[in-house]
């Protein structure tokens, strides 16, 4: 096995939730994906579109209500030997989590126990995480947790004594970004870790990202309603509607030639249209229920482009270009041929 191998493939995973005694809804459907050792992929897509669902059924988090009825997801250890994430027991489970892939989860700033320290926060964890090669002593942990805020640029004598509510929405983002790296994992799934914060902050934690990937080489999952920061921090972007990936590409396919109408509405969504007002263009109606999906191709009801077809036929996602399966640009729409967004219509922001 080469170091090209990806870390982690997913193919056809469907999630759905039990939504009552003997009814279910589909909330992620038809997901295949390689994710590649240091490679950084962002999952975007309006709320409920499926995000949060499926970062934490790649790491076998789902809640009790949420089960995998079809699927697979494959992960390289750190040793090179392989293993399906889904049929791994409790056990394997405790090893995989933490050291091998680690979650920051969706408004996580606010799941610090606020009765406890951060320090307390960081001796657990790794006292949770001991293996038989590696018991924690006191010292290693204070070392450890020390070393730990210093890569995300915290004071460790300011922050380790402090409670959580003692330090500010960007602190406790970076305590708990380095939370996640205590066990040096190799996958690193971040859901909105950034959304809570005002642009400055935003601007500093993506910043510390980069850093930290590139020092530390592990591959990223990060999750975003915001295309504009997906573009900035992903080598792929994936947009999601309705609980299916619809287009996937690298950073500059999808922002500089999207060929889904989602993907070019989210885009126009967040920069403003020429005009002396900067006025942003919204996708018009809203998300549909998983209860009930329209027929055809999800987006239809809401697509300036649908045609006839649109509403029978389910769009698969298919390669637009010829650079090979994991690299390529992918829509799934009938009619993306037709797309042809232009950042002339862009103001200058
Ligand atoms: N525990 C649950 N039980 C039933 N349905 C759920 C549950 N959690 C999520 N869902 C449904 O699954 C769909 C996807 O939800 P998910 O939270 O994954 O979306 P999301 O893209 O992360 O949204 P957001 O941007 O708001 O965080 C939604 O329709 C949601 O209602
Ligand atoms: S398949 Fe049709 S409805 Fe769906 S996104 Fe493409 S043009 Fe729009
Ligand atoms: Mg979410």
Not at 151 to 158: F, I, T, W
Not at 172 to 186: E, G, V
Not at 302 to 322: G, I
Request: with cysteine.
């Amino acid at each position: 096995m080469s170091d090209d191998s990806p870390i982690m493939s997913v193919r056809d995973l469907q999630i759905n939730y039990r939504t009552g005694k003997r009814s279910e809804v589909v909330a992620v459907r038809d997901i295949n994906f390689d994710l590649y050792p240091g490679q950084s992929m962002a999952l975007v897509g309006e709320s409920g579109c499926g995000k949060t669902t499926l970062g934490l059924g790649l790491l076998k988090l789902l809640p009790r209500m949420g089960h995998v009825p079809q699927g697979e997801i494959v992960y390289r250890r750190k040793d090179g030997t392989e293993a399906n994430i889904l049929t791994m027991d409790k056990e394997e489970l405790r090893r995989f989590r933490w050291s091998e892939a680690a979650m920051v989860f969706q408004g996580a700033m606010n799941a610090f126990n606020p009765v406890q320290r951060i320090g307390d926060h960081f001796a657990d964890t790794l006292k949770d995480h001991a293996t038989a090669q590696q018991r924690w002593s006191k010292k290693d942990i204070a070392e450890r947790s020390e070393e730990l805020l210093r890569m995300v640029r915290l004071e460790p004598a300011r922050v380790l004594p402090s409670f959580p509510h003692e330090l500010s929405g960007g602190m406790k983002q970076r305590a708990l970004i380095a939370l996640a790296l205590a066990l040096n994992p190799q996958v690193l799934v971040l859901d909105e870790p950034t959304t809570a914060l005002d642009l400055l902050t935003q601007r500093s934690i993506v910043e510390e990202l980069h850093r930290l990937r590139a020092e530390l080489g592990f591959s990223m999952i990060f999750i975003t309603h915001d295309l504009g920061l997906a573009a900035e921090l992903a080598d792929r972007v994936s947009t999601m509607y309705a609980g299916r990936i619809i287009e996937t590409g690298t950073a500059d396919d999808i922002f500089y030639n999207p060929k889904h109408p989602y993907t070019e509405g989210l885009i126009k969504a967040v920069l403003p249209v020429a005009g002396d007002l900067p006025e942003l263009a919204s996708i018009p109606g809203s998300p549909p229920s998983l209860a009930s999906l329209p027929a055809g191709c999800a987006f239809h009801p809401r697509c300036s482009y649908a045609k006839d077809d649109c509403r029978s036929a389910t769009p698969e996602l298919e390669s637009l270009t010829d650079r090979g399966s994991d690299l390529s640009h992918r829509a799934a729409c009938l009619h993306s041929h037709r797309i042809n967004f232009s950042r002339e219509v862009i103001a200058s922001v």
